[in-house]
């Protein structure tokens, strides 16, 4: 089992940045995939960004491609942290932001493939 703790949420104006970080712990986490993907009101869930369990490979959304950067750091063996690094925000943007594990592959954009969700942090930009 992984519990996932997302956080760094808020109300940014346009053009602004957020850094968003998700924080997981249990069962090994070094090993896991790590997807972040967002839902605006009345929308589907919608692929950001992912990153492979070594850091080495990383994908992204053609909407987010150029603006946002995904990252991990390894901080021991049961425990890692996962970030999204958002710049040049736009109103579009705005949703709930939830980042998952997949504890079989290597990254995608398929919502189905991830096992663990967090609980979600909210990110509001203003035009």
């Known amino acids: 089992q992984v519990q996932l703790v997302e956080s760094g949420g808020g109300l940014v104006q346009s053009g602004g940045s957020l850094r968003l970080s998700c924080e997981g712990s249990?069962?090994?986490?070094?090993?896991?995939?790590m997807g972040w993907f967002r839902q605006a009101p009345g929308k589907e869930r919608q692929f950001v960004a992912a990153?492979?369990?070594?850091?080495?490979?990383?994908?992204?959304?053609d909407s987010v491609k150029g603006r946002f950067t995904i990252s991990t750091i390894s901080r021991d063996n049961a425990k890692a942290t996962v970030y999204l690094q958002m710049n040049s925000l736009k109103a579009e943007d705005t949703a709930v932001y939830y980042c998952?594990?997949?504890?079989w592959g290597a990254g995608t954009d398929d919502v189905g493939k991830y096992d663990y969700w967090g609980q979600g942090t909210q990110v509001t930009v203003s035009s």
């Open positions: 998952a594990a997949d504890q």
């Open positions: 249990g069962r090994t986490f070094v090993n896991l995939a």
């Open positions: 990153i492979s369990w070594s850091g080495h490979n990383t994908y992204y959304a």
